[in-house]
């Protein structure tokens, strides 16, 4: 069966410092690879997403960026961490869709906590 | 992406039939009704899917109006387990979901 790990669960960094979360898809191959930051109270946002290794699409502008070095491994990065940054980070991967739906199964989360 | 309104929140008793409406008039033709739900402190879990037809599975059904500019999720028989923001999403082929502020279901016992 498949499995998605995450870490941290939880993290609290300084303004300015780096950044770096780990997601990890177990059983399956080829994988589409989503990261999503949910705000306190908020909504989630998507943040990236990736069809292959190497393959990263932006969703919103931010000083976050993410990187696939691996079929099974999506990295979540940044260089200076803001206040805005805090959050519930989560991974979340799906099928790559060969006819149509594909179901999402989100990790357990990182909470990220500036200050 | 099309929109989708549903109530900030809605009650329920424990044992009884929930009813989450959500309403998408400006659905396309191409476009999926789908549900998710998120726990608290949770990443988001599925739970139904539809495009014209109502659908059924062990978590909840889905009914779809014959217009499809509104939906209802129905769980049975709610049990205090169900309390989470359950989001209605609109998603046309392909992956990306675009999740709004869905509603919180509060079930009481």
């Known amino acids: 069966s498949q499995t998605i790990h995450q870490w941290p669960a939880t993290l609290v960094q300084p303004v300015g410092s780096p950044l770096s979360l780990e997601c990890t898809v177990e059983?399956?191959?080829?994988?589409?690879l989503y990261w999503y930051r949910q705000a306190a109270g908020r909504g989630l946002q998507l943040l990236f997403y990736?069809?292959?290794?190497?393959?990263i699409s932006s969703e919103v502008p931010q000083n976050l960026s993410a990187s696939r070095p691996q079929d099974r491994q999506f990295i979540l990065s940044s260089k200076k961490l803001l206040l805005s940054d805090s959050g519930f980070y989560l991974c979340?991967?799906?099928?790559?869709?060969?006819?149509?739906?594909?179901?999402?199964?989100f990790g357990p989360g990182t909470r990220l906590t500036v200050l | 992406d099309a929109k989708t309104t549903q109530p900030n929140s809605m009650e329920s008793n424990e044992e009884e039939p929930v009813h989450l409406p959500c309403n998408h008039s400006?659905?396309?033709?191409?476009?999926?009704i789908h549900w998710y739900r998120q726990l608290p402190s949770q990443g988001p879990e599925y739970v139904i899917h539809?495009?014209?037809s109502n659908v059924n599975n062990r978590m909840a059904s889905l009914a779809i109006a014959e217009d499809r500019k509104s939906s209802t999720l129905i769980l049975h028989r709610a049990t205090l387990r169900d309390a989470a923001v359950y989001y209605c999403?609109?998603?046309?082929?392909?992956?990306?979901?675009?999740f709004g502020a869905g509603t919180i279901l509060r079930v009481k016992s």
């Open positions: 979340a991967w799906s099928a790559a869709p060969g006819g149509g739906f594909s179901e999402q199964f």
């Open positions: 990736s069809v292959g290794i190497g393959q």
């Open positions: 999403i609109l998603r046309a082929y392909g992956n990306k979901l675009v």
């Open positions: 400006t659905i396309s033709g191409t476009d999926y």
């Open positions: 059983g399956t191959s080829n994988p589409n």
């Open positions: 539809g495009l014209t």
